[in-house]
Structures are given as structure tokens and as C-alpha cells.
């Protein structure tokens, strides 16, 4: 199997964990000193870590959707394009867009994960011509 196509149904596998709330093997696709880094700017270091996060996470929220766009590789990297939807236990509810840049170590594992979030409420602010509306709404967390 092409490394390329490995290292997707990793990342597969990651976003699957997440819709399903059950950890399928964090320990294996992650590097015992791996560093994971959120949009939104929370950042995890150590396999245990990201696993405590995962499953604190989950008690609070659910991933609803994960939807993977595309992938790009270059050498040990991998950037993942995906649409993302959550739904918390207060009653919050987060949807945008995103891309995670990974990293991967000689052992095929993710050493190094960081993802970029996009308000996926986009809108042309010159759409009345050339003196820019912006939106009066709270910007997203990212």
C-alpha cells in the first residue's frame, strides 16, 4: 500500500474515533511525544494527554461531523482540508471549516498535529460597493 494512502486511513481512523466517541487506538496513531495543537489555541504534549483531552472531551460534546475534503502530501507531512460540526451539553453548537497540519515520525506515527479553523459564514463585505459592511456578530473563537 502507497505511504500516502496509509497515512489517510491514520488520519480516517482519528476523525472516525471522534464521530464513534471511542478511542480505536489513540495510543498507536500518535507518537508517545506527540504535540497536538487546536485552532482555537489549547495545546496537548504526550500520547496520555491528548488521550485524557479525547476522553473529557467527549463527555461534554459530540462530533457530529468530520468530513474529509482532501489531502496534500509533502515528504513526512500531510495537510488534511475537512468540515467539522459539534454539538455541546450546554447547547452549543460549532460548525466551520478547517485543515490540520500532521507531521509524521520515522515509526509512521503522528508526532505533530495542529489544525487551522474558517468561520464557515463567509460573506463579501464590498458587496455594496467600496466602502466595506462587516457583519455585527461575535467573531468565532479562532
Known amino acids: 500500500m502507497n505511504i500516502y494512502v496509509h497515512r489517510e ?20 496513531l500518535f507518537a ?15 500520547v496520555d494527554k491528548i488521550k485524557l483531552w479525547f476522553n473529557e472531551w467527549n463527555s461534554r460534546g459530540r462530533v457530529e461531523r468530520w468530513d474529509i475534503r482532501q489531502f496534500f502530501h509533502k515528504e513526512e507531512q500531510t495537510v488534511v482540508e475537512w468540515a467539522f460540526r459539534c454539538a455541546m ?8 471549516d478547517g ?9 509512521g506515527q503522528i508526532c505533530f498535529l495542529q489544525e487551522f479553523g474558517c468561520n464557515e459564514n463567509r460573506y463579501d463585505p464590498y458587496a455594496q460597493g ?13
Not at 89 to 96: A, H, M
Open 9 to 28: 486511513n491514520k488520519l480516517r481512523r482519528w476523525f472516525t474515533m471522534w464521530l464513534d466517541r471511542k478511542d480505536g487506538g489513540i495510543g498507536e
Open 32 to 46: 508517545g511525544d506527540a504535540v497536538y495543537i487546536e485552532s482555537w489555541g489549547p495545546e496537548y504534549h504526550g
Open 89 to 96: 451539553t450546554d447547547g452549543t453548537i460549532q460548525s466551520f
Open 99 to 107: 485543515l490540520s497540519l500532521v507531521r509524521w515520525n520515522e515509526a
Open 130 to 142: 467600496e466602502s466595506p459592511v462587516f457583519r455585527e456578530e461575535r467573531a468565532l473563537w479562532f
